[in-house]
């Protein structure tokens, strides 16, 4: 983290950190980084996605169970209220539900669940709804579908409003605004013609604008191939910068309220969404909901019918199940030299070899006693971070109090 | 009832890449193809699939890998089949595989490619039509 | 001699070969044959357990954390795991597999995934003789595991020496869905998920059910261990939680138990006895079925009788009894 940030001054950016299990810790690190160059917590800006309940709904990038995996979030939430209050603490996402082959139903639906539930963990925990959830934001899919899509968005932000207001009692306006990032839907970019996906995300890009997103990123139209190419993330980074600029559809809050068509669809869609929080509360809520395999179920029933529909012809995919004209892929790709791999292992061998091992298996201890308790492990995993511990090294003793994770699979 | 011969299929995610929703949605098709199926589950080694293989002695193992570790993983795998004398089980492999790894893939043993678009109808026609026993 | 070489390989403990032969038995009646031929002296080493409960018990689990303690105990184990054939397409997930939570070392823990073909799949022989390779492959404990409590599953357990039975709380009612051939062998049941409510009420429902429906005087009876005088075994209850392991000692003292119990010489035999009945019926049924299909399709005798039946002449059952004749059975 010292490293990436050598020379630049951590009080005046924002830094975004896609991690999930291992998040309090990333952020343990920034905070330290940051320490060394003279600022204090209260000045940073920034966000960490650090949303743990859509990983055994849909990314699978879990490590412990989801009872602890929520009380390291809520210490996360509780601890940037008192010292990091400009930080965003979640990115409740609903990206990855859809990747994995939700209905935008159900992303609206299962994202929003989750969002609640980290809610009521926090309020459970002690903390005034109005102190932590300023800080929570949102991270949507915008996928191929358009009308459905800024509908998904506008149900999104009205549940969230209501529920915040007449649910959990928030009185800050801050609390009841639904700030959400959205990505254009990867699934959706063909490895045939990839050209075609510069169309594709355009769309999707509008779709989300349109839709009231906050922040936005645009995939490269080689997605489906390798990781991108510069060419390919500049034709995508340009889609947006036009969006933006040149085409006005960013200037109206909210421009499409009032068409009939519209508004019926959002309508529908919340009263969908209803439906589903109904199933999750009579299954005991989210944990329960997990644990019963509902979410990985509904999804997994999802992809197999849209795959299905595809292969019907029912759902047209241009130039992969219609209008398909054959020919060689000549789309440059990118390679990733499997020499970086043994540079980071003999940094990390060094680190290991030059830090103070005294003060660093001292704070493991202190690290490891508190996880078999009940206090908040930031402080801990701080300290171990000033110390120099490795995020293996720091996972690995909690992994020895937490366990892991086993998922039933569900198909 | 049909007296065709019944057909197993071993689906795997190897290594790191916790993307199942393809092999999820494999599994069922050639379940609802008439297949016997067993989907082994995320995070395997090559040592666990190799395991499996020698235990349920399946027709065919499909991998799906999407993290790029395909160059990786395949070959370790296809080594360990042939070290245990596993010669006539049909490997396919799909996910995000470009065009220019699939000779070489090949070269490892590996003999069927189904990337993004796949027809799910193509997968199971080409386990059938592609059995090495 | 066909086969030989994988037979070898098999005594000598070798998994491929194992694999192999049971690929065989499953899918070759007349390699069965030869196969079963040759192995079956090797036979009769190892303790045939049989656990079968409805889908969400928690069935995988639980034999997960029982071979966990089997493989403490220094046992090597075989499980063969059984899963339903789609009717409507003939294919089948083996989920099984997947769902065993311990990462058993393959030297110790063989497991193989198995599915069950539908009535007609002959389920019970191939399952029969994939144990019995088992068996000459080393095993010490073989744990066949089924979905259900169908009349496959009732067959397959007469090959097991104890029957294990999976309730769970807030299933509906399983069981009165427990069919009476699979209560009438069951020899422990077990309520699983001991920690959600209802597990204890669950235990009293077996418990009701046994003495009304099977006329056990319920209590445990079986610490006396006169085994001269008994010669029946009163189901046994208990509850578990397969996941944190809680009870398992009482679970698995029960097998012992049993399985001390099977070893007197005169249950033994009626086990053996009824094993070689059923395995042999199977046998026959598959031989039986395929002799008759043959002749139905080929004896031109049958064409006439089936004229005759058309003309309403004859009725089909005597027409299967002048089949028999001709089958040279009678």
Request: aromatic share 8%.
């Amino acid at each position: 983290m010292e490293t990436l940030f050598d020379g630049i001054d951590l009080s005046k950016i924002s830094t975004s950190m896609t991690i999930n299990a291992p998040a309090s810790i990333l952020l343990a690190m920034y905070i330290v980084t940051a320490e060394k160059q003279g600022h204090p917590p209260d000045q940073l800006r920034g966000t960490i996605q650090n949303d743990i309940l859509k990983e055994y709904i849909a990314q699978k990038s879990w490590i412990f169970p989801p009872e602890p995996s929520m009380r390291l979030i809520v210490d996360t939430i509780e601890y940037c209220a008192k010292c990091v209050p400009q930080w965003y603490t979640i990115s409740i996402s609903g990206y990855h539900i859809r990747e994995a082959g939700s209905t935008a139903v159900q992303e609206l639906a299962f994202t929003l669940a989750d969002g609640f539930a980290y809610v009521e963990a926090a309020m459970e925990r002690g903390l005034d709804v109005d102190d932590f959830a300023p800080r929570l934001s949102f991270f949507f899919n915008s996928h191929n579908n358009f009308f459905e899509e800024i509908c998904k968005y506008r149900a999104a932000r009205r549940i969230w409003a209501k529920r915040m207001k007449n649910k959990y009692g928030a009185k800050n306006p801050e609390s009841m605004r639904l700030r959400f990032h959205t990505q254009t839907a990867g699934v959706s970019l063909t490895a045939q013609e990839p050209e075609n996906n510069i169309v594709r995300v355009t769309l999707q890009g509008l779709a989300a604008v349109l839709g009231g997103t906050q922040s936005l990123h645009t995939n490269s139209f080689d997605e489906a191939l390798c990781l991108p190419t510069e060419k390919a993330v500049k034709i995508a980074l340009r889609t947006q910068q036009i969006i933006a600029h040149e085409s006005g559809a960013a200037d109206t809050v909210d421009p499409l309220a009032g068409s009939y068509y519209v508004e019926w669809l959002t309508n529908k869609m919340e009263a969908e969404a209803g439906a589903y929080f109904d199933k999750i509360e009579e299954l005991g809520g989210v944990i329960p909901a997990i644990k019963a395999n509902f979410f990985q179920k509904e999804i997994a029933n999802s992809s197999y019918k849209y795959q299905q529909e595809i292969e019907r012809n029912e759902r047209i995919i241009v130039g992969v199940n219609d209008l398909q004209i054959r020919e060689p892929c000549s789309t440059p790709l990118l390679k990733i030299d499997e020499k970086v791999a043994e540079e980071q292992i003999n940094n990390l061998q060094n680190l290991k070899e030059s830090r103070n091992n005294e003060l660093f298996k001292e704070s493991l201890i202190n690290l490891k006693q508190a996880a078999e308790g009940s206090e908040n492990l930031m402080p801990f995993i701080i300290e171990a971070v000033r110390n120099y511990a490795s995020v293996g090294e720091i996972i690995n003793t909690l992994k020895e109090v937490f366990g892991i994770y086993q998922e039933d699979s569900i198909f | 009832m049909s007296k065709e011969r019944k057909i197993k299929v071993l689906v795997c995610k190897p290594g790191l890449d916790g993307h199942d929703r393809g092999a999820k949605v494999l599994a069922r098709a050639l379940r609802d193809a008439g297949m016997e199926v067993i989907y082994t589950g995320l995070h395997q080694t090559p040592d666990d699939i190799v395991n499996t293989v020698i235990q349920e002695d399946p027709d065919a193992v499909m991998l799906s890998i999407l993290s790029g570790a395909h160059n990786a993983l395949c070959p370790v795998i296809m080594e360990k089949l042939k070290e245990n004398g596993i010669d006539d089980v049909l490997v396919g492999v799909g996910g995000i595989i470009p065009d220019e790894d699939k000779p070489f893939l090949e070269k490892c043993g590996l003999s069927g490619f189904y990337g993004p678009g796949t027809e799910l109808k193509k997968i199971v026609e080409f386990v059938k039509s592609n059995l090495k026993r | 001699m066909a086969y030989s070489d994988l037979i070898d390989d098999l005594l000598k403990r070798n998994p491929r070969a194992a694999a192999k032969l049971i690929t065989k038995v499953e899918n070759d009646f007349e390699a069965a044959e030869q196969i079963i031929n040759k192995i079956f002296k090797y036979t009769g080493n190892a303790y045939i357990l049989g656990i079968t409960g409805a889908p969400g018990c928690g069935k995988s689990t639980l034999i997960s954390t029982l071979t966990k303690l089997f493989v403490e105990n220094g046992k090597k184990v075989g499980i063969l795991a059984v899963d339903p054939t789609s009717p409507l397409t003939g294919g089948a997930l083996l989920g099984d597999r997947i769902r065993m939570k311990e990462n058993f070392s393959f030297k110790d823990v063989f497991i193989r995934s198995m599915a069950n073909r539908g009535q007609l799949g002959g389920l019970a022989r191939a399952t029969e003789d994939a144990i019995k390779i088992l068996d000459a492959y080393g095993c010490d404990i073989i744990i066949v595991e089924t979905v259900g409590v169908g009349q496959s599953e009732v067959d397959i357990f007469k090959s097991a020496q104890t029957v294990v039975v999976l309730l769970v709380a807030g299933l509906g009612d399983d069981i009165q869905a427990i069919k009476a051939g699979i209560m009438e062998i069951t020899d422990i049941f077990v309520v699983n998920k001991m920690d959600i409510p209802g597990a204890d009420k669950k235990v009293a429902e077996i418990q009701q059910m046994l003495e009304l429906d099977l006329n056990y005087k319920y209590k445990s009876n079986n610490d006396n261990m006169d085994f001269t005088n008994k010669s029946a075994w009163t189901p046994e209850i208990v509850k578990v939680n397969s996941k944190t392991g809680e009870n398992f000692d009482i679970f698995l003292d029960l097998i012992n138990k049993h399985q001390k119990f099977t070893q007197n010489r005169e249950i033994f035999a009626n086990y053996q006895i009824n094993r070689i009945r059923n395995e042999t019926f199977q046998i026959l049924k598959h031989k039986i079925t395929k002799k008759v299909e043959g002749l139905l399709r080929s004896n031109s005798d049958i064409d006439k009788y089936i004229k005759l039946v058309m003309d309403k002449s004859m009725d089909p059952y005597s027409m299967a009894n002048l089949i028999i004749k001709l089958l040279g059975i009678e």
